[in-house]
């Protein structure tokens, strides 16, 4: 079967070398050749069945056969990185060899823990990582002690960091379901209060800084849940593939199209 052209990016960001964007500063560096030219312009489309495509001088080529994605619990002390070249430990030191091609979905800092995704899967990447899908992400938050109800007011109504507003919803999180207990908050520590927040922004350190801002201590942040896709009772440092639901869940998230930006 004739494959139709394909867009440059969208051709790295398929091969599992890198986001839409990422690829993107590949090209504009000149580190892209196609058919042995190197392309700085935006918007070249490829065959994909005829063009040969090099990064820094290696082929990249479309992976055969379905796309895979793994769920991990990334503990804290872990970089949600490829690579380190300081040698610290990566996400990718969790999982098998055979793993080792996958990226990972987004980032998590490395104080924080929780959901990881690791895929080849360019536009379940491309769709969770680009803000004008407006995924949403789920973390919950512990804070040292009571959280005063000004705080929880001011998080709410959003706050206005250095690099602009921030929002996110922020409720109560009464209790940690069984799933998560047994490793999240053994002890259920009643001095210290819990918060979950859901952002559909991706900006580094958001709910630490807002946190910050209203004067909360933030003992642990522990991402649960991007889009549709939950972390489930795995332990930290525990990986494992899609289910066939979340599979389907996955494709649902790859049907997604962009948010209408509200008028000013």
Not at 146 to 164: C, F, H, Q, S
Not at 165 to 182: G, S, T
Not at 250 to 258: D, F, R
Request: proline share 6%; glycine share 6%; net charge positive.
């Amino acid at each position: 079967m004739t494959q139709e052209p394909m867009r440059l990016n969208k051709y790295l960001a398929h091969t599992g070398v890198a986001s839409r964007r990422a690829a993107d500063r590949l090209i504009e560096q000149g580190r892209v050749q196609v058919n042995g030219r190197t392309i700085y312009a935006m918007g070249v489309k490829i065959d994909p069945q005829k063009d040969r495509v090099t990064v820094d001088g290696r082929e990249v080529k479309l992976r055969q056969g379905e796309s895979m994605t793994l769920l991990l619990n990334k503990p804290v002390g872990v970089l949600t990185t490829r690579h380190d070249p300081e040698g610290r430990q990566t996400v990718l030191d969790l999982v098998p060899p055979q793993f080792h091609h996958l990226r990972p979905v987004g980032r998590l800092d490395y104080l924080s823990e929780g959901l990881v995704l690791l895929s080849d899967d360019g536009d379940l990447i491309y769709r969770l990582t680009h803000p004008s899908f407006q995924h949403e992400k789920e973390y919950w938050v512990q804070i040292a002690g009571r959280v005063p109800e000004p705080a929880l007011r001011k998080l709410r109504k959003g706050i206005e960091l250095e690099d602009g507003m921030a929002h996110a919803r922020v409720r109560h999180l009464h209790k940690i379901p069984v799933e998560q207990r047994f490793w999240l908050d053994p002890q259920l520590d009643s001095r210290h209060a819990w918060l979950a927040f859901i952002i559909t922004e991706g900006r580094k350190r958001q709910i630490r800084r807002m946190c910050q801002a209203v004067e909360l201590d933030l003992l642990r942040l522990v991402r649960v849940r991007m889009a549709s896709l939950h972390i489930g009772d795995l332990r930290p440092g525990q990986w494992r593939p899609l289910t066939a639901r979340q599979r389907r869940a996955a494709n649902a998230i790859k049907a997604s199209k962009p948010e209408k930006r509200k008028a000013p």
